[in-house]
């Protein structure tokens, strides 16, 4: 018989005020309804993809906090410019077309990736690997466009605003960020109205966002609609209460910035539809992946390891200084069950480590990635 039970589970179990809500906490094991629906609304990159040097626009990783906003194909968008500036000044979108257009490749990556394979795990976007993407992003750049604007010498940090709107740990605000004016020089940051070539998607921040190479994906503020130079540091819920490496959750912390080194296979082999585990035929199995240090460091070394036997893969250069290497193995596969890993190394001496430093919301795990496979004669 249906149970009425059966009817209520189906439906969402929690009902929670979002302005009351429970304290979050940290979770073995299954994942949650509410979970799996973010993991739905934010999806990541098929990592089969990785053998694309630029990332297919649809197939580019997203994430989005709140909605994201109804903004019609038209030219009325406007970025205004304001605060302790000697010239503010409202851009139309032609106007900001009509500035030095630049393309950059650059990969992108969340500060939550890795998120669910740290133990245990705190509730949010349940990322596993696959929260990266590699765009050309085409726009000018906005150092040029701050130092036309007249930035007043006390100027601490200049705010990046965006028109979606939500709430988050109880407070209701706009998505903001904010850099100082030597981050936004030294990382190059851009703003940006194109992806692969074409205009935005709506997802990805249509029709203007900013791009961040080098660092975390939080940076890059989709829908800009507003640029505002302050003369304190910037206290927005995007920028203190959270993108903190905390050890837990309440301490100050230190803000999440440039990404960490790391590297990524596209599984070998074929899959099993439910569990993803990997099968492939004895022999030679062409291993391919990519590596990236969002420093703008290149890549030196992959290794990749059969059940923690380190062998050397060949390195590719970057097809730009912010863009990820690919890199290829040719693997000799015998029959067994087996593990492999890879493993990045930028010329710097970074290197991934092989199990996951700890952090209370699980940013920034650059952790070695695990794929288990099945080798069949
Ligand atoms: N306005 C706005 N910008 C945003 C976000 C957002 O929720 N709202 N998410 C940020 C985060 S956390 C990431 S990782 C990137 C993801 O960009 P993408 O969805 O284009 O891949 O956008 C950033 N910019
Ligand atoms: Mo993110």
């Not at 929670?16 to 629906?37: A, I, L, V, W």
């Not at 795990?121 to 050309?136: D, F, I, K, L």
Request: glycine share 8%.
């Amino acid at each position: 018989m249906r149970s009425l039970i059966n009817t209520v589970i189906a439906r969402n179990p929690v009902m929670t005020d979002p302005f009351n809500p429970p304290e979050r906490t940290h979770q073995h094991g299954d994942f949650s309804r509410m979970e799996t629906r973010l993991a739905h609304r934010n999806h990541g990159l098929l990592l089969e993809l990785l053998q694309h040097d630029v990332t297919p626009v649809g197939a580019h990783y997203l994430l989005t906090h709140f909605d994201v906003p109804y903004i019609a194909p038209s030219d009325a968008w406007t970025l205004q410019c304001d605060g302790l500036v000697d010239r503010p000044r409202t851009f139309s979108m032609a106007e900001l077309m009509a500035r030095p257009y630049e393309e950059e490749v650059v990969t992108l990556e969340c500060a939550g990736n890795g998120r669910a394979l740290v133990e245990p795990r705190w509730q949010s976007q349940p990322w596993h690997e696959e929260a990266v993407g590699t765009a050309r992003w085409g726009g000018t750049r906005l150092a040029p466009l701050l130092a036309e604007l007249g930035v007043a010498d006390a100027v601490e940090d200049v705010v990046f605003e965006s028109c979606d709107w939500g709430i988050d740990g109880g407070v209701e605000h706009v998505f903001a960020r904010s850099m100082t004016r030597e981050q936004i020089q030294t990382t190059g940051a851009l703003l940006v109205w194109q992806m692969n070539g074409q205009p935005l998607l709506p997802q990805h921040g249509f029709p203007l966002r900013v791009v961040v190479p080098g660092w975390y994906g939080m940076a890059s503020v989709k829908w800009l609609a507003r640029i505002s130079c302050i003369d304190t540091p910037f206290q927005g819920y995007q920028q203190v209460q959270t993108y903190r490496y905390r050890q837990a959750a309440g301490d100050e912390g230190i803000p999440v910035q440039q990404l960490k080194v790391r590297s990524l296979m596209a599984p070998p082999g074929i899959p099993d539809w439910y569990s993803r585990e990997r099968v492939a035929r004895a022999g030679p199995v062409e291993v391919v992946g990519r590596a990236w240090s969002g420093r703008g460091v290149p890549i030196e070394r992959v290794e990749v390891a059969v059940d923690g036997e380190w062998s050397d893969a060949d390195v590719q250069p970057a097809i730009g200084r912010y863009a990820w290497s690919k890199w290829q193995w040719s693997w000799q596969a015998s029959p067994g069950h087996v593990e492999l890993m890879c493993r990045a190394t930028d010329a710097e001496g970074q290197q991934q480590p092989i199990e996951p430093a700890w952090d209370a919301a699980g940013f920034g795990n650059n952790a070695c990635q695990r794929v288990s496979v099945w080798v069949r004669e």
